[in-house]
């Protein structure tokens, strides 16, 4: 096997990139879908509801929040489809109550059977085959909520051979340049790069592509353009090798397509790579599928909120996780760049590589990690299960926002990124 070093990125990596941040995303998606009876965003309410109802403290609650609520709700409903197959295991244990009513905005049936809805005109659906009112009223939420986000994607990251200039514009070459030469330095006949992402772009991989460094992102497309009107499909046989570089998006893309039809036409999701525009089919085209028992999961090209862990199971997230787990155990050098460490199935893989991988080196870039304790998160969360004894990080080195522990073996630089690559040798 080459020897490789491992780059992981989190929002706080695009940040220099005009990239959104948790809480710009967490504000645009309060305002937005369909509203209450009393006229509130139906987001702004859960939000609301669980500041003062669930008491959690305000940076605990932000679009993923919202988003796994709505999921949630969404298997919820399924036990009042009637299909035994697809019933949720809570179902018979809850019941819908006044403040759930006022939140779907839907009325029960009439006397006679008949469901009446007082949904306004932009948000009427046609009701086919097995799903509820409610959970058609949902679907059309978690759509619109996850359709804005991939746009604000695209706004910052949207790459074809006829628009260039979003990733590719002045201000950003020197940024790129010093992204790319940063990369070089870890390439060799005998060492590759493999690159994650935790976010929905393709940033690093066109910028990459333009300087001279091929990467495989996990799709037979190999360029930093996707040619127009193309569906990419998950070349699996080679998401399965490893000694080569890669870039692989963790958590989905912007540039993603889901079908809930095979190419035969079939009832079969499939996930494809293309450029045909950000936003997701409405209600009728809505891949779910069950990965357990009784949680019906509704299936985005970008994935987000508390199912995370469980849509991981599915292709191509599974081989891009695998990749990635297995790429810490054997990684000689591991950088994380603006990650928070708030996915338990990410820092998993982290936590097992540091406790097994003795030759492991781990670089991390955060210009909050300090101010905002992440390292009294990193003990509890990454180095409980392991034979490290607690110790505190040696204070800032030559004023350069660089601190270490183990020895040297974690190191972390309080900076942003784009000061990271102006100012730090990293490797050295």
Request: aromatic share 12%; glycine share 6%.
């Amino acid at each position: 096997m080459k020897k490789r070093d491992v780059f992981l990125f989190g929002a706080g990596a695009v940040i220099d990139w005009k990239g959104p941040t948790t809480n710009y995303l967490t504000e645009r998606i309060r305002n937005t879908g369909g509203k209450t009876k009393t006229g509130q965003y139906i987001t702004d309410k859960i939000y609301q509801i669980l500041l003062e109802e669930c008491k959690l403290k305000k940076d605990e609650v932000n679009f993923e929040t919202v988003i796994s609520v709505v999921e949630e709700l969404i298997v919820y409903y399924t036990g009042y489809s009637g299909t035994d197959s697809k019933l949720s295991l809570a179902f018979p244990f809850l019941s819908p109550s006044a403040l759930l009513n006022d939140i779907i905005n839907i009325e029960k049936k009439d006397e006679k059977g008949n469901q009446l809805t007082n949904l306004s005109s932009n948000y009427r659906l046609i009701l086919e085959g097995e799903d509820t009112p409610e959970q058609y009223f949902l679907k059309g939420q978690l759509t619109k909520i996850i359709s804005l986000i991939m746009a604000d994607v695209i706004n910052y990251s949207y790459y074809t051979n006829s628009k260039k200039v979003i990733v590719e514009n002045e201000s950003n070459k020197q940024l790129n340049d010093a992204f790319a030469n940063w990369i070089k330095i870890s390439l060799s006949s005998e060492r590759v790069v493999r690159i994650y992402t935790l976010n929905y772009d393709r940033l690093f991989k066109v910028i990459l592509e333009n300087r001279g460094v091929p990467l495989f992102e996990g799709f037979t497309n190999t360029g930093a353009a996707i040619e127009p009107n193309a569906y990419h499909r998950p070349d699996l046989k080679r998401l399965y090798e490893h000694d080569f570089s890669c870039h692989y998006n963790l958590h989905g893309s912007a540039s993603w397509h889901v079908s809930s039809l095979n190419k035969h036409g079939m009832p079969s999701h499939e996930y494809y790579l293309t450029n045909n525009g950000p936003l997701i089919t409405g209600n009728g085209d809505v891949a779910t599928i069950q990965i357990e028992k009784g949680k019906n999961i509704i299936l985005t090209p970008i994935i987000t909120g508390y199912q995370k862990t469980q849509k991981t199971a599915i292709t191509p997230f599974k081989q891009m996780q695998a990749a990635f787990d297995k790429d810490c155990m054997f990684a000689n050098h591991l950088f994380i760049i603006g990650y928070s460490f708030g996915d338990a199935h990410i820092n998993e893989s982290i936590r097992n590589a540091l406790k097994e991988n003795e030759e492991l080196q781990v670089t991390i870039v955060d210009p909050n990690f300090i101010k905002g304790n992440m390292y009294g998160k990193l003990w509890e969360d990454l180095f409980s299960h392991t034979s490290f004894i607690p110790e505190p990080m040696c204070t800032d080195q030559k004023e350069r926002g660089l601190y270490t522990c183990l020895q040297g073996r974690i190191r972390v630089y309080t900076k942003f990124f784009s000061d990271f690559l102006e100012g730090i040798a990293p490797l050295e």
